[in-house]
Every structure is written in structure tokens, then in C-alpha cells.
């Protein structure tokens, strides 16, 4: 007497892998009935399992729609139950995404972004002179905490003035803000050296405190 086996090599492929394949199994069994109203009371028993076997679906905002929507891909689109949220159809399934636009707007000096151009047309649309000189203070004053943040190391008086003079395009002119604003153009303190130091002597100090622990026990 042959027995029969059956392998997986020759079974056709699990269409939701995280689910196996008895689970898919139970939603064509239940495609299979004709009456409507018990296939609609098996797929809410099917769903209670499938919540127990997966218990981080009751952690997503959208996980009850997200479980029905499966076994309706598991039938391959043809339950027809009563179910609490539409259905999802074939070809909404297999819709290609909407198609995102690239940003194409150029952007002057890409290390300080688009954010600073913005910053310059806001402080351009100030009304009064004293308005703009306190935006433009402000802006200077960003430029160089930036920069010290990312590349550890000051940037030049020049480089921001000719920046920003560059930006507003004759509308401003930066360079007297330098001699009535000096403290915009105070360098950064650089935070990196002085926590490296800190913690060299902590760690100084911790080695030496082990050396005399060592030294009382002997």
C-alpha cells in the first residue's frame, strides 16, 4: 500500500505568508458555503483567530479594517459577506501609488537649506527698517549656532554677510548691521571641546579612584 504526501513544492503559493496556509484554507472553505449569513458569521470567528495568532494587529490604528481586508485577499476578492467596512476590490489592490512630485526648486547655498532663503523674504517684508534689522540680526545669529552645530568650527563674519547680501539681492545691505550689532557676530561656543575634557577627567578621576581602592585592599 503507496501513501500519498504532499509537499509544499507542490502546493500553489500562500498569499499572506504571516497567516499560513490553514488560515487560508478556512477563508476558502468559507467562500465555498452559499449561505451568505453563516459565511458572515465564520469570517468573524475567522477574524477573532486571526487576532489571537497575531496580537500586534490590536496595536495599529487601522488594524480591524487592515484584517478584513486580508481575508478578502486571501479569497482572492470573493467573499461575499456582510462585512463592518467595505470591501476592498481587485483593482484597488493593485493600483499603482500616486506618483509623488519631486521638489525642483533650486536652492542657492544647499549647507544652510531652504530655510534660510525663506527666512531672508520674511524678514524682507518687514515694513520698517528697525523691523528688518532685527530679523536680519536674528537670521545672523541662527547662521553661526548652525553652523558651529554641524561643523564644529566658526564660520567667518564674511561668508555670512556676503551670504546674506547675496540672498536679498541689493534689497538689503547687510554689512553696516556688523558695526551696529556686534554681539549678533560673537562666535559660538563650541560645546564638543569642553565635554571631551569633562569627561576625560571623569574618567580620570574614576581610574584613579580604583587604583586607590586596590592599593587599600592589598
Request: proline content about 4%; cysteine-free.
Amino acid at each position: 500500500m503507496s501513501e500519498e504526501f504532499s509537499y509544499n513544492t507542490g502546493r500553489s503559493d500562500i498569499i499572506l505568508k504571516e497567516y499560513g496556509r490553514n488560515i487560508e484554507k478556512l477563508v476558502k472553505y468559507i467562500s465555498s458555503l452559499e449561505d451568505k449569513s453563516l459565511r458572515t458569521q465564520y469570517s468573524y470567528t475567522l477574524i477573532a483567530l486571526m487576532k489571537q495568532l497575531h496580537p500586534i494587529q490590536k496595536q495599529l490604528s487601522d488594524s480591524q479594517q487592515r484584517i478584513w481586508d486580508h481575508i478578502q485577499v486571501m479569497s482572492e476578492f470573493n467573499l461575499d459577506i456582510d462585512a463592518p467596512y467595505p470591501l476592498p476590490t481587485e483593482n484597488m489592490m493593485h493600483k499603482k501609488p500616486r506618483q509623488v512630485p519631486y521638489n525642483q526648486s533650486h536652492i542657492r547655498f544647499k549647507h544652510f537649506g531652504k530655510n534660510l532663503e525663506i527666512m531672508v523674504e520674511s524678514a524682507l517684508k518687514q515694513e520698517t527698517v528697525e523691523g528688518k534689522e532685527k530679523a536680519f540680526v536674528k537670521i545672523i545669529k541662527l547662521m553661526k549656532s548652525f553652523y558651529s552645530m554641524q561643523v564644529n568650527d566658526q564660520i567667518e563674519d564674511e561668508v555670512v554677510i556676503n551670504t546674506l547680501n547675496s540672498l536679498t539681492k541689493g534689497r538689503f545691505n547687510v554689512r553696516p548691521l556688523k558695526e551696529k550689532f556686534p554681539d549678533a557676530f560673537k562666535n559660538v561656543k563650541l560645546p564638543s571641546a569642553s565635554v571631551s575634557t569633562q569627561s576625560n577627567n571623569n574618567s580620570k578621576s574614576s581610574s584613579n579612584s580604583k587604583k586607590r581602592r586596590r592599593k587599600k585592599r592589598k
